[in-house]
């Protein structure tokens, strides 16, 4: 049967950084807030022009570096986005020609804060029916851009920045444990008006900002987390001992630790990139592995569960082997 496994993973996050400190400048917060509140201590911010597209590119060539492909290898581009450099085309195609790509197929997923999943799991499940051979799967964003610098219940949380992973196909008979294993994809339409933004393109004719009721996200992010990851493992009939490394969506180091201490997670377990770059929505999940990998926590053959939730509200967790 066919199988992808993961080659090589990357990252990029704009030079300019933003500090709780130069945060208090702007709004009525202040470090110890923020950093008592959600873990965060800084984040970085796109430069003006900088594109979500010259960020996900950037992953990109990064992640290919570490697989040791070029762009020539690749016949698949999926982006987890929802700050596209444009309304149409898909930032993916952008990417696709920054690269220097002229076949292959490449588009955008909209699932914010858990666009890589549904990404990785969209490109899984392509690569695994034969329709490609090897895939860059990305989560950029310029989620700064969607921020209302006056709402200090939102400034404060979010950040830029991008990562991607390369999978290959490969025929594979051998151990069913490796490579990427499986994925639980969820979402609640019903949930929408916790977490939004006010705008968009048949609504409004406007960008729009995020809105969010933080601490009600915070109670069912908590629960869709742990029920995503209680699903790999009743599914797979693992336990939470056989996990080698969580990579978690970062969105605020109490729920981390909420979901931790609710599903058994040994804190040494669990990859925390939140106090630097902030919530970077679809981008926080690669940005943390590639962490894990290039600080040489994770290794090669070790087991990963990355979960996330976000907006719709969407969910899911993706169970694979390094
Ligand atoms: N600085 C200082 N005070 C603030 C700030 C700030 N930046 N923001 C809010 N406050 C104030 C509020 O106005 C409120 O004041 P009041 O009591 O006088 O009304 C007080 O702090 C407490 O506000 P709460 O919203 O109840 O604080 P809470 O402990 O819930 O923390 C937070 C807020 C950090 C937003 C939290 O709810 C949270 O992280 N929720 C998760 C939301 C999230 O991460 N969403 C991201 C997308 S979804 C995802 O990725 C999971």
């Known amino acids: 049967a066919r199988r992808s496994f993961i080659r090589g993973t990357g990252s990029y996050l704009p030079t300019k950084v933003l500090t709780n400190n130069d945060l208090s400048k702007m709004v009525d917060t202040s470090d ?27 992953a990109a060539r ?31 195609t952008a990417v696709q020609a920054k690269l220097g790509m002229t ?35 990305i989560g950029a964003e310029t989620f700064t851009r969607l921020l209302d610098w006056s709402d200090r219940g939102t400034c404060v949380l979010f950040g830029d920045g991008g990562g991607a992973v390369v999978l290959q196909a490969e025929e594979w008979d051998g151990a069913e444990d490796q490579g990427v294993i499986t994925h639980h994809i969820r979402t609640d339409g019903t949930k929408s008006d916790l977490l939004y933004v006010d705008g968009g393109v048949s609504s409004t004719g406007t960008i729009g ?26 599914e797979t009939g693992l336990t939470i001992e056989d996990i080698d490394w969580f990579v978690p969506h970062q969105a605020n180091k109490r729920i981390l630790d909420a979901v931790a201490k609710k599903m058994n997670i040994d804190d040494e377990k669990v990859i925390i990139t939140v106090d630097k770059h902030a919530n970077t929505s679809a981008a926080s999940i690669p940005l943390a592995l590639n962490h894990a990998v290039r600080t040489g926590r994770a290794k090669k053959g070790d087991l990963v569960l990355s979960e996330a939730m976000g907006g719709g509200f969407s969910w899911g967790a993706s169970l694979f082997r390094l």
């Open 103 to 137: 076949g292959g197929a490449a588009f955008d997923v909209q699932a914010v804060c858990s666009g890589f999943l549904f990404a990785l799991s969209t490109a899984d499940a392509m690569l695994k029916q034969g329709l490609f051979n090897t895939a860059i799967v």
């Open 32 to 58: 110890e807030w923020i950093v008592e509140r959600t873990g965060i201590r800084q984040r970085h911010v796109a430069a003006e022009g900088e594109m979500t597209s010259d960020i996900a590119t950037a």
């Open 209 to 234: 900002h995020v809105r969010m009721e933080g601490n009600r996200v915070f109670r069912h992010a908590v629960t869709n987390i742990s029920a995503a990851i209680q699903a790999v493992l009743d």
């Open 62 to 92: 990064d992640a290919l570096a570490a697989a040791g492909l070029t762009p020539a290898d690749v016949d698949l581009i999926v982006l987890g986005t929802t700050t596209p450099d444009q309304t149409f085309p898909a930032t993916a």
